[in-house]
């Protein structure tokens, strides 16, 4: 049986006497939970695991708990794949919020920033890729360094794409389609390397001049700013002014259309009456003639108010009558 001596410290002796079954049931349990610790691995809900046996790809496995061959005979890695991951280029975020704070431009962020257009002028671009990871057995082993690859393969495609337009279209319009470019060439370039990587956007941030000739480019964006707003002011005004000027001439031209067929319809009623007319004064004229002379007098006489008719032979009536006093009134 082992035994160890301690001395104490007022000079004492102490012997312990150790058993063997002790120390063998010491390590077995230390053992135990070595192999229990190292047998089950979590992956998270954004993750992918990648299980390797001796350094040899097994499988993939989903989130959740899993279990493992312990003590190192099999080696789980994790990768997110539901997780969107950023580069960015020309400049650095140190942190994010509600008032983001950028690293100082540095040489080297200069340096990848800074292009050549189309037209051989100098432009600062800065952009943002932005990719996710489909196949995790891909993106560890098919590429020794995505990330690299994806930032060297981002800036050649970048410069590509800007050094075929002029500075004034990367300054303006052509960022839309910069955007794209960049993004189906750099997702082509990924997959012919096998990477197992998708680029979901390219963000064109801030393009600017290079500094000594930035001032002069601010004021030629200002005129074509200031000559598009005139431009669009104007398709304003003419959009306005045009309808409705043909909307008036529409209308006068349906005015006059429905004055003419007015005007020509109580024509043909009256030639068409006219003739009637003379029909029946040809069949009787003087019954005719007398009908017309009675329905002549009922449409006078119907307009001067109140009348009074008198017998010929009548007299002294004319004092007792309430002449030029309407309904009695004095």
């Known amino acids: 049986m082992p035994k160890k001596v301690i001395r104490m410290e007022d000079g ?11 120390i063998f049931t010491v390590l077995a349990v230390i053992v135990l939970l070595l192999v229990v610790n190292s047998s089950y691995y979590t992956v998270e809900a954004n993750e992918e695991g990648v299980v390797l046996r001796f350094g040899k790809f097994l499988e993939r496995v989903p989130p959740g708990l899993h279990f493992k061959l312990p003590l190192g005979i099999d080696r789980v890695e994790k990768v997110k ?12 975020t140190l942190r994010a919020g509600r008032r983001t704070q950028y690293a100082p431009i540095g040489r080297d962020m200069l340096k990848e920033a800074l292009m050549v257009t189309g037209d051989l002028n100098m432009a600062q671009v800065e952009w943002i890729v932005q990719y996710r990871i489909r196949d995790p057995y891909k993106y560890l082993f098919q590429m020794r360094d995505p990330e690299g690859t994806l930032r060297d393969l981002s800036e050649s495609i970048m410069r590509e794409v800007v050094g075929d337009m002029t500075v004034t279209e990367v300054l303006t319009e052509k960022r839309a389609e910069i955007n794209s470019l960049v993004k189906k060439g750099l ?3 990924m997959d012919s390397y096998d990477s197992g990587i998708r680029i979901t956007q390219v963000i064109l941030q801030d393009v600017n001049p290079p500094g000594p000739v930035k001032d002069a480019f601010d004021d030629v964006n200002k005129a074509q700013q200031e000559r598009e707003k005139t431009i669009n002011e104007a398709r304003q005004a003419y959009n306005k002014a045009v309808p409705l000027a043909k909307g008036d001439a529409l209308k006068m031209i349906q005015e006059a259309q429905g004055y003419a067929i007015d ?12 003739s009637a007319l003379l029909a029946e ?3 009787a004229p003087e019954v005719t003639g007398y009908r017309l002379y009675m329905e002549t007098m009922e449409r006078v006489l119907a307009g001067l108010g109140k009348k009074v008719v008198l017998d010929e032979e009548a007299g002294k009536v004319l004092p007792l009558l309430n002449v030029g006093r309407e309904g009695g009134g004095k």
Do not use: C, P
């Not at 005007?263 to 006219?274: P, Q, T």
């Open 263 to 274: 005007r020509v319809n109580r024509a043909l009623g009256d030639v068409a009456r006219f």
């Open 12 to 22: 004492r002796e102490v012997t312990i006497h150790v058993s063997w079954g002790v």
């Open 81 to 92: 794949t539901a997780f969107t991951f950023k580069e960015e280029f020309g400049f650095r």
């Open 187 to 189: 997702q082509e370039a």
């Open 281 to 283: 004064y040809r069949k």
